[in-house]
Each structure stands twice: as C-alpha cells, then as structure tokens.
C-alpha cells in the first residue's frame, strides 16, 4: 500500500525566508511524487512532479523538491516566501494496478508573515 | 482549453435532502475522480469513472453514488443527507486514468453545506 506522511499541518515562515515543507512517502514499488497546492476556496493545482530521473524537480512559482530515496522524502522548498505563497500544500503519491491510484497526504497551510 | 467545470459551487441542502453535483472535465479526458475535503479528514478518494463504468472505490457508505456519461461528464449523487456530509466535493479529471505519472486536474470545487 502507498501512503505520504506530511509533518507538521501549520507553518509560518517570515517573507522572504526559506519554505520548507516535509513529505514522507510509502511504496513497495518506485513512486510517481506530486505537489499540489490549494488557495482558499479553490481546487488543487500542480505544483511539480517527480517521475524517475534528475532527483531535483523544478516547479512552478519557485518551488522545487528534491526526491531522496535513502530517506523516502520528497520535500518541498522555495528560497525566499511571497506572500501569495500563502496555500495549502498537499504531497500526493501515485502508483497504477490496471488504473492510476492517487493518495494524498493530510496537508500543510503555509502563512507568510509580512 | 477550458479546465474542469463543477457546479454549483456552493449548495446548502437540509437533512435528509438529496444533491446532485455536476463536472466537466477537461476536453478529451475520459478520467473523472471525485473527492470529499473536510478539516477533518482531509481529501478522501470517493470514486473513479472511465468510460462510463466505475472502475475504483473508496470507502464511503452507498448513500454516496456516481456516474458518467458518454461525453465523460460525470455526476456524483449523496442521499439522505447527514450533516457530516458537509465538504468540499472536488472533481479531478485526467486523460485515461492508467497513467501513474499524469497528474489530477482539479475543478474549483462545490462547498456542500448541510443544516
């Protein structure tokens, strides 16, 4: 079975500095990875995905993950937060048998303080 | 191209009442996947249609329906309306649904609220 673990469901960070947003993940075979992101009152949108290759994913807005297997992490970062970055983050494993199976991780809110 | 459609976007329905929310997905995308958001929970997997037929479900009681058209729109029906059934229904929609490495597009959600 497959399954992300995010830690830590609030974090504040000062604009400016560095976005750190931790995501474990579960799989008996290699994982596809996703970020997504989610404003207030919208849908999900991708953020980036790790597939197989170059281990450092460069997203949209700034973001990028690096995939560790040795660690099972695909955490998420960004040099410097924007306020706009205020969202919620969510890590997202997927793996098909016969369909494509997405399990999401329990989210992260990220506030920027100005 | 236009994104995925849901409507409405914000219903308020009593106990006991049925609902009937819509999505649109992505032109030529036969993969629609429905999930509950709450505070609680978090986003929980309700169903997945292609091609018409309910391929995968998650763990929801049969109050909780769905189905998809020919045009791949789909529906998603709750009855008998409990209060904990207050969420936010969001609608992904990808090309076939078999592609591990394909990401979710994701409509803006209906917020159900039940009184």
């Known amino acids: 079975a497959q399954s992300v673990t995010q830690l830590g469901s609030h974090v504040s960070v000062s604009e400016g500095a560095l976005v750190l947003l931790r995501c474990n993940y579960s799989s008996s075979v290699p994982p596809y990875l996703f970020w997504y992101v989610q404003y207030p009152n919208q849908g999900l949108q991708l953020l980036l995905k790790y597939t197989t290759g170059a281990t450092l994913v460069k997203g949209i807005n700034g973001f990028e993950a690096e995939f560790k297997k040795s660690e099972t992490s695909f955490h998420l970062t960004k040099p410097s937060a924007h306020m706009s970055d205020a969202a919620e983050y969510f890590c997202?494993?997927?793996?098909?048998?016969?369909?494509?199976?997405?399990?999401f991780g329990t989210g992260t809110k990220l506030q920027v303080i100005p | 191209k236009a994104g995925v459609t849901q409507t409405p976007r914000y219903l308020i329905k009593t106990r006991g009442q049925q609902v009937t929310l819509s999505c649109s997905p992505i032109s030529g995308h036969r993969s629609v996947s429905w999930y509950q958001q709450t505070p609680g929970q978090g986003l929980q997997f309700l169903f997945e249609y292609f091609s018409e037929t309910q391929r995968n479900k998650g763990n929801f009681p049969g109050r909780f329906s769905g189905r998809q058209f020919s045009n791949s729109r789909s529906e998603m029906n709750v009855s008998t309306l409990e209060l904990g059934d207050s969420a936010l229904y969001l609608c992904?929609?990808?090309?076939?649904?078999?592609?591990?490495?394909?990401?979710?597009?994701f409509g803006n959600g209906t917020r159900l609220t039940v009184t």
């Open positions: 992904a929609s990808s090309p076939t649904g078999q592609n591990k490495n394909s990401p979710l597009h």
């Open positions: 997202a494993v997927s793996n098909s048998g016969g369909y494509q199976k997405v399990t």
